[in-house]
Nanobody
Framework: EVQLVESGGGLVQAGGSLRLSCAASGFTFDEYALGWFRQAPGKEREGVSSIHSTGGRTNYADSTKGRFTISRDNAKNTVYLQMNSLKPEDTAVYYC????????????????WGQGAQVTVSS
């Protein structure tokens, strides 16, 4: 079956960095765009970043642009999110997703989802 498994979350101080990984299996990885979404308690899920199947094009939410970097290694079936200069408002559960879209304002077209990884940023 399709699996997306996030890792690398944890607790970090404001200004620090974390690198999330998402290992995928059960589908043709290099034919799908990959994305990262996040959801804080009581809030809607929001798109963070996405990357084309080839890795040649990326999208970022305005709130993360310049601080976060998405990348993928198709040989390893893995997508990454490098998060620098973290802020308390980045605290959320982060989900990776695979789909046929790169849009971040909707979950439509994102077909497969991981279970999520907690990221907590303290002041």
């Amino acid at each position: 079956e399709v699996q997306l498994v996030e890792s690398g979350g944890g607790l970090v101080q404001a200004g620090g960095s974390l690198r999330l990984s998402c290992a995928a299996s059960g589908f043709t990885f290099d034919e799908y765009a990959l994305g990262w979404f996040r959801q804080a308690p009581g809030k809607e899920r929001e798109g963070v970043s996405s990357i084309h199947s080839t890795g040649g094009r990326t999208n970022y939410a305005d709130s993360t642009k310049g601080r976060f970097t998405i990348s993928r290694d198709n040989a390893k079936n893995t997508v990454y999110l490098q998060m620098n200069s973290l802020k308390p408002e980045d605290t959320a559960v982060y989900y990776c997703a695979a789909g046929r879209t790169m849009l971040l304002h909707t979950t439509t077209g994102w077909y497969y989802w991981g279970q999520g990884a907690q990221v907590t940023v303290s002041s």
